[in-house]
């Protein structure tokens, strides 16, 4: 029987190459905030169907791949 636990993901910034336009907040507003930079805040894990959906089109939208789903 599986661990619904460690089935849990989340939506992981690169701030690193984030260029802050905007994209993916503007796509997923439920599942992403920006902050007074414009740079994008995740503000929970992934812990729905719905939430699984919107971190995957944010990382569809985002030009600079700085978005990636992962393991929490
Ligand atoms: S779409 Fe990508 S590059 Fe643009 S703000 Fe969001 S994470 Fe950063």
Known sequence: MSDLRQQ???LVVDM????GHGLC???SPQ????DDQGYPVVLH???SEDDVRAAEAAVVVCPER???IEPR
Do not use: E, G, M, P
């Open 31 to 34: 599942l992403i905030d920006c």
């Open 45 to 47: 894990d992934l812990s």
């Open 66 to 68: 700085a978005l990636n």
């Open 25 to 27: 907040y503007s796509t």
């Open 8 to 10: 849990v993901q989340r």
């Open 16 to 19: 690193s190459v984030c260029a």
